[in-house]
């Protein structure tokens, strides 16, 4: 076990730095973690890494106290029974509509066909936002390299995460709507959250003042 | 070719079924043995009348029989027992214990492991009010998980309305009431934070409004100030003083944002742990309007155990030890 008494899933890929980081503050040794991309449990230093996306399941069943994770997660699996403790501010990315530069094919397709094609890997958060606009959407569900989509004419547009928007205009897509601003949050299991009510309210208090 | 059966059910075999049944008994053993007597209602009701008891909203599953009538599938034991209470025992005063072990069924999410159908052992004090009723329950519910073979778990103690009262207290324009509520049910206290600050409150209210659903832990977290709703931490340390004169009062996490998904509790709700597993056994709390809508009003609490759930957790602290 570690500093903080508390088992922490910590999401690898982008948010991974940013979360090492911030638990090295709290006295968490993480030098086993950072020299081991290849290993997924350390019980030395309390840390599981996992995808982004199983930072809540992993959570939600208590397999870890308490995890990272970003907000465009949590809004893609609202069903997950975790709480929601803090914005740690890192990891900042805007989920958005793109489309191919130049044309308006979304909103062509809404007026002459009644609904846009929309490829997206975030098809609750795409739902959601094109069903409270009162636009009829198709989703089309991908997995990965979304930008291709509607340059092969699939899609009219997509819904996507994005950071600094490059890899949007080196694909010659455009943002046309912001959606909402995704960062890293903090989450804890329900049960945790009262058992080991301390050990928690510690790592917040810290993380507030370091997240600030 | 494999004959499927609906997402959310489940067959037992034998072994888990032996283990399932004796963990149930020992339950049932111990309701009976603290003078609770148990009861049977039909699993279909007529969906007006599980309807009229309020709670979890609309039935899951509902059918029409012959007659043409909707029957509703009974989405806990809680709501029929009231029933029971308001039509059967209408001339009868003074408490009134009874036990049930007996399935009720919900609409689950898309995820799986959660069930539709399912296993609820638990017991319902009526005409007890106050915080003896409570405590009697809680104390209980305690020592039965104990007799089927749980060590640590533990119980948080709240208050399912202290939260709304606080708003109303507060002067929080009605209109955000149901989305700050909404926050708190889905444990997003981020949410729940920019909202309140949105809010242009005096701190000192901003501050209780975002602090409330963080305090927990033993009796000092009811030495909180809590402004306009210390009536309700009040009742929770009459709470406190029964329990520990019951000896259990170290078995107690007082909760002051804990919130039940019910619609019926009016004052203390509970919410059963253990630490080996993520996932809360079992709950009840105090439901004192919920008797009238069927007829006279009475005062009563209960608590409902998930059979499945508790044997989970007995495994976990077996594999544990």
């Known amino acids: 076990?570690?500093?903080?008494?508390?088992?922490?899933?910590?999401?690898?890929?982008?948010?991974?730095?940013?979360?090492?980081?911030?638990?090295?503050?709290?006295?968490?040794?993480?030098?086993?973690?950072?020299?081991?991309?290849?290993?997924?449990?350390?019980?030395?230093?309390?840390?599981?890494?996992?995808?982004?996306?199983?930072?809540?399941?992993?959570?939600?069943?208590?397999?870890?106290?308490?995890?990272?994770?970003?907000?465009?997660?949590?809004?893609?699996?609202?069903?997950?029974?975790?709480?929601?403790?803090?914005?740690?501010?890192?990891?900042?990315?805007?989920?958005?509509?793109?489309r191919r530069s130049g044309d308006d094919a979304i909103g062509e397709s809404l007026r002459r066909l009644g609904r846009a094609r929309?490829?997206?890997?975030?098809?609750?958060?795409?739902?959601?936002?094109?069903?409270?606009?009162?636009r009829q959407v198709e989703l089309v569900a991908v997995k990965g390299a979304v930008e291709l989509a509607p340059l092969t004419g699939m899609v009219d547009g997509i819904v996507d995460l994005t950071a600094t928007g490059r890899t949007l205009a080196e694909n010659g897509l455009e943002v046309v709507e912001s959606i909402v601003t995704c960062t890293a949050r903090l989450i804890a299991n329900p049960v945790a959250h009262k058992l080991k009510a301390a050990e928690i309210d510690a790592v917040v208090g810290a993380l507030r003042e370091v997240a600030r | 070719m494999i004959h499927q059966i609906p997402a959310g059910t489940r067959d037992v075999l034998p072994d888990e079924m032996r283990e399932l049944r004796a963990i149930e008994g020992r339950l049932r053993a111990a309701f009976a043995d603290a003078g609770y007597g148990e009861v049977w209602t039909p699993t279909v009701e007529y969906e007006d009348v599980l309807a009229a008891g309020g709670g979890g909203g609309p039935a899951a599953f509902r059918m029409f029989d012959d007659q043409g009538q909707v029957l509703a599938l009974r989405a806990d034991m809680t709501v029929p027992i009231a029933r029971v209470v308001a039509t059967r025992f209408a001339g009868s005063d003074g408490p009134l214990r009874l036990c049930y072990s007996a399935h009720a069924y919900r609409a689950v999410g898309q995820r799986t492991g959660q069930q539709r159908e399912f296993l609820q052992t638990g017991i319902e004090l009526i005409g007890l009010a106050g915080a003896a009723g409570e405590a009697e329950v809680v104390a209980l519910a305690v020592e039965a998980l104990g007799a089927a073979g749980l060590a640590r778990h533990r119980v948080g103690v709240g208050d399912g309305g202290l939260y709304r009262r606080l708003l109303a207290a507060l002067e929080v324009p009605d209109d955000s009431h149901g989305e700050l509520l909404a926050c708190l049910t889905r444990r997003d206290l981020v949410a729940l934070e920019l909202r309140v600050e949105a809010l242009g409150l005096a701190a000192d209210a901003r501050d209780l409004l975002v602090e409330l659903p963080q305090l927990r832990g033993g009796p000092e977290v009811l030495d909180r100030g809590v402004g306009p709703a210390g009536d309700a931490l009040d009742?929770?340390?009459?709470?406190?003083?029964?329990?520990?004169?019951?000896?259990?009062?170290?078995?107690?996490?007082?909760?002051?944002?804990?919130?039940?998904?019910?619609?019926?509790?009016?004052?203390?709700?509970?919410?059963?742990?253990?630490?080996?597993?993520?996932?809360?056994?079992?709950?009840?709390?105090?439901?004192?309007?919920?008797i009238g809508r069927f007829g006279s009003p009475r005062p009563a609490c209960g608590i409902a155990l998930d059979v499945q759930r508790v044997h989970i957790a007995q495994t976990a602290e077996e594999q544990q030890r």
């Not at chain 1, 929309?118 to 959601?128: E, H, L, M």
């Not at chain 2, 039940?260 to 309007?289: H, K, M, Q, S």
Request: charge should be negative.
């Open chain 1, 1 to 98: 076990m570690n500093a903080t008494g508390l088992t922490i899933a910590v999401p690898r890929g982008a948010l991974m730095g940013g979360t090492l980081d911030l638990l090295d503050r709290l006295g968490v040794d993480t030098a086993e973690v950072r020299a081991n991309d290849r290993k997924l449990l350390f019980e030395e230093a309390g840390i599981v890494t996992v995808r982004p996306s199983d930072v809540p399941t992993y959570v939600e069943h208590g397999a870890a106290d308490i995890g990272v994770t970003g907000k465009d997660v949590l809004l893609e699996s609202p069903e997950r029974e975790v709480y929601e403790l803090l914005d740690l501010g890192y990891g900042r990315c805007d989920m958005v509509v793109a």
């Open chain 1, 118 to 134: 929309i490829a997206t890997k975030y098809t609750r958060i795409a739902g959601a936002h094109f069903a409270a606009t009162g």
């Open chain 2, 235 to 290: 009742r929770l340390r009459e709470l406190h003083g029964e329990l520990e004169a019951r000896g259990i009062a170290d078995r107690a996490i007082f909760d002051l944002g804990l919130v039940r998904d019910l619609g019926y509790y009016t004052g203390a709700v509970f919410e059963l742990y253990d630490p080996a597993v993520g996932f809360a056994l079992g709950g009840g709390g105090r439901y004192d309007e919920l």
